[in-house]
């Protein structure tokens, strides 16, 4: 990827002030620091960010710290307990996580001088924050807008030591004593995610998976996870599925980092075993390609999440033209301006209700996935996302300093 492959999508002057920016980062380190390479929504962005950055000229480097089995159990239970959902963290699951992390702490070097933490996994590396003069960001792309307070409580003990925490949504800020920035993630239009496909790959793929491309086609991408509600989707989609003719494709991967994920595959595939209209696939990593064209073949995509950080397939169906149905959760309302780029839906029967809306109003949908397209054009694409972080890591190293471009 070249940084100006994004003039067409955005224009010459802004990628000439990512340019200007990125010039005033010069021989400084970022280190992004998450807990693993594949699955979900931080891999994806990180995969796609720190390229551009090296292109921009800055030397930014991604690490994963390590954990074992146990260590992925207790941090999924944090998330969990973060989106809200009640979870009993015993003292023994705190002291899985305090020993992982001062394993991390030993083993993993800090050399940056930003150092861009990413959720909770990897937080209490800032217990080594004062050796050297480093800024610290923590970046949470979890919704934290109503935490279970026990667990919050507990990594606040190490947020409020970072120099700044970032959030994804305005209803995510928290009372801190530390600066807040909001920052949405982005989706890439040139990666292979994103990118055109002709219609021959698409069906090619299409065909893989035994689909058919005569009857609509109903969507949701997500790793197979409680609060993504895949079993939602197949309640709304059997509703649906009463008076119009169509399939149902529920397709996703498991996250190396998710221990709960083969569990709710196994539900969700005895849930749907009965049905030949109901397509569930489990996507390998690296499935790009495969994702996007399993997205432009659809006819209305679905993202009913009880919970959401942001939401990054959302954005990803909406570049694509498509009809979205989502629920009001966590960033989808940021990307889906109800009746206008998309429908917002509650429960089983609403979204059942609103994919029938779309299914049998062609036209409707059509403007809907218009409108949409250029919604993420104007807020949701990698090169607005790299513009904050620049001025975030700038703001950081010059201090209070005004930026003038
Ligand atoms: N994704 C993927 N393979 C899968 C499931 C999801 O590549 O099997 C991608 C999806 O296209 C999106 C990201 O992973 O880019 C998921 O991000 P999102 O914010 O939607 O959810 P998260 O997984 O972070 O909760």
Redesign the pocket.
């Known amino acids: 990827m070249r940084i100006e492959d994004y003039e067409p999508f955005v224009g010459r002057s802004t990628v000439e002030e990512l340019r200007l920016l990125a010039e005033k980062l010069s021989g400084k380190v970022i280190q992004n620091i998450n807990s693993t390479f594949t699955g ?3 891999a ?1 962005i990180l995969g796609r960010m720190v390229p551009l950055l090296n292109q921009l000229g800055i030397d930014a480097r991604w690490d994963a710290i390590k954990g074992g089995n146990e260590f992925f159990n207790v941090t999924k239970k944090f998330h969990n307990a973060l989106h809200g959902r009640r979870e009993e963290i015993s003292d023994h699951d705190i002291s899985i996580f305090m020993e992982t992390s001062k394993k991390n702490l030993a083993e993993v070097s800090l050399y940056g001088d930003i150092i861009f933490v990413h959720d909770p996994q990897p937080i209490a590396l800032i217990e080594k924050k004062g050796e050297a003069d480093k800024k610290w960001i923590w970046r949470c ?1 979890i919704d934290v807008s109503n935490p279970d307070p026990r667990v919050w409580e507990f990594l606040r003990r190490f947020i409020v030591a970072y120099d700044t925490a970032v959030f994804s949504a305005p209803s995510f800020a928290q009372e801190l004593p530390i600066s807040q920035v909001l920052i949405s ?1 982005s989706i890439d239009p040139i990666s292979e ?1 994103n990118m055109e496909l002709s219609q021959e790959t698409i069906e090619g793929v299409l065909r893989k998976y035994g689909l058919t491309s005569d009857k609509p086609m109903i969507t949701q ?3 197979f ?1 409680y609060l993504k509600d895949p079993v939602g989707v197949i309640e709304a989609f059997e509703m649906v599925r009463k008076s119009i003719d169509c399939q149902l494709v529920l ?3 498991t996250a190396t980092d998710d221990p709960e994920s083969d569990k709710v595959l196994s539900l969700v595939r005895e849930r749907a075993k009965k049905n030949p209209d109901i397509h569930v696939l489990l ?1 390998p990593p690296s ?2 390609l495969e ?1 996007n064209a399993l997205q432009r073949a659809s006819t209305v995509i679905v993202q009913k999440s009880i919970k ?6 959302v954005s ?1 169906a909406l570049w694509k033209s498509k009809p979205v149905v989502a629920t009001a959760v966590g960033g989808i309302p940021l990307q889906v301006k109800h009746k206008v780029t998309g429908l917002l839906s509650h429960g089983v029967e609403g979204t059942a209700y609103a994919i029938k809306q779309l299914l049998s109003n062609p036209d409707y949908a059509r403007r809907l996935g218009e409108n949409g397209r250029e919604h993420v054009r104007q807020n949701f694409l990698i090169t607005r996302h790299l513009k904050d972080y620049l001025l975030l890591f700038i703001t950081l190293e010059h201090g209070e300093d005004v930026i003038y471009l």
């Not at 959401?308 to 397939?313: I, K, Q, R, S, V």
């Open positions: 979900g929504g931080v994806e792309h993630p995610k991408i997500s790793r996870d397709a996703g991967g996507i499935s790009d994702i959401e950080g942001f939401g990054l397939t990803e």
